[in-house]
């Protein structure tokens, strides 16, 4: 925590002299809402991030991505020119990422009707649950996903992720 403003001084200068993308990701890691925050660095920390970008030069973009929007601070939402927010994929998108992500391994397997096994899991999560359904075929030695399978790593995820 000591060193984060001073680190981030050295990001803020680099935006200033070269033009580029600069992304913050688990940004609620550093934006979290300064009223409920009672360690007041934590505070420092994100007061010198909000006068950063107020200075930041406009020919760079600065980006920042969370999954826990609700605890950011609301004066950071002034500072950034727009805020985008990306839903849970609903059923048919879950099954096109499942079925992306295994390629031919699911050529034949149905993923109609998994509503029920993908419901409030992210696309990151949808990619781990088909990783783990290809692993599993993988170490049985075949060259296939089942539903089965699926439907195994998708419910193993929901309990691992929603409690």
Do not use: W
């Amino acid at each position: 925590m000591g060193e984060t403003a001073s680190k981030l001084r050295l990001v803020f200068d680099s935006v200033a002299q070269r033009r580029a993308v600069y992304l913050f990701d688990e940004f609620d890691a550093l934006g979290a809402d300064r009223s409920g925050n009672d360690v007041g660095e934590a505070r420092r920390i994100l007061n010198s991030f909000l006068v950063f970008l107020e200075e930041a030069s406009s020919e760079s973009l600065v980006i920042a991505a969370t999954n826990h929007r609700t605890i950011l601070d609301k004066a950071l939402f002034r500072r950034f020119d727009a805020v985008l927010t990306y839903s849970l994929p609903d059923a048919r998108q879950a099954a096109a990422v499942i079925k992306a992500r295994l390629g031919s391994l699911a050529s034949g397997t149905s993923m109609a009707k998994l509503g029920e096994y993908t419901l409030g899991l992210s696309h990151a999560e949808l990619v781990k649950a088909a990783e783990t359904a290809a692993k599993t075929v993988i170490m049985r030695g075949d060259i296939t996903v089942t539903r089965d399978d699926v439907v195994l790593a998708l419910t193993a995820r929901r309990t691992a992720s929603l409690g």
